[in-house]
């Protein structure tokens, strides 16, 4: 008995202080800005917001431009696609937009196994499935969000309730005095170790 707690007791003496010997040995890596990195985009593009940034299996970055750029800024380039290949050179390598499919606010992407683009939306919570260079849309899950102008928001209504997987009209629609807006709330997780 006295033998099993003694073994027990070096054992775990052992499982606790090797991790922190090693610990010890290995220092942390040490991480240096390129500022070469990447080179300069074509066409003087200017890029709004940053939703999301990924890594495919070539090790090529890819970066989700939200396009979201005030118009005096566009005065002194053109504004860039929504999505941006970058390979580890710092080369563009190809760029794409969709703007019939793609909604506008992108928020996260992911590649499968089979080097398939996932782009996830937010705030709809739209995921799409794209061929690696955007030719041709494989997969969507949820609908395109609608967009609320403020203004139209203060003439809608007293109380918006909102409820799941539904796409709201308001554009179409004449102001009346109770406005039911239902947006896509479904939530998938895309990201390593995510399965859909």
């Known amino acids: 008995m006295r033998n099993r707690f003694l073994i027990a007791a070096v054992t775990c003496a052992i499982a ?14 040490k991480y240096e800005v390129d500022r070469a990195w990447p080179k300069p985009f074509p066409d003087r593009w200017v890029i709004g ?14 970066l989700l431009n939200r396009q979201d750029v005030p118009e ?42 089979d080097n398939n683009m996932w782009i996830a939306s937010s705030p709809s919570g739209m995921v799409q499935k794209y061929s690696h260079d955007g030719s041709k849309l494989l997969m969507q899950i949820g609908k395109r969000a609608c967009s609320i102008r403020p203004t139209a928001l203060k003439r809608a209504s007293r109380s918006i309730q909102t409820r799941r997987n539904s796409l709201c009209p308001l554009a179409s629609l004449p102001i009346p005095k109770t406005v039911t807006c239902m947006l896509p709330m479904a939530r998938v997780r895309v990201g390593i170790g995510a399965s859909l």
Do not use: M
Request: proline share 9%; aromatic share 6%.
């Open 16 to 29: 606790v202080i090797t991790p922190l010997a090693l610990r010890s040995e290995s220092p942390a890596p």
């Open 72 to 113: 005096i800024d566009l005065n002194s380039g053109h504004l860039a696609p929504a999505i941006i290949e970058i390979d580890t050179e710092g080369n563009l390598v190809n760029s794409w937009s969709a703007p019939q499919s793609l909604d506008p606010r992108l928020h996260s992407c992911y590649f499968d196994k």
């Open 49 to 62: 917001g940053l939703g999301g940034v990924c890594v495919d299996l070539h090790d090529h970055v890819f």
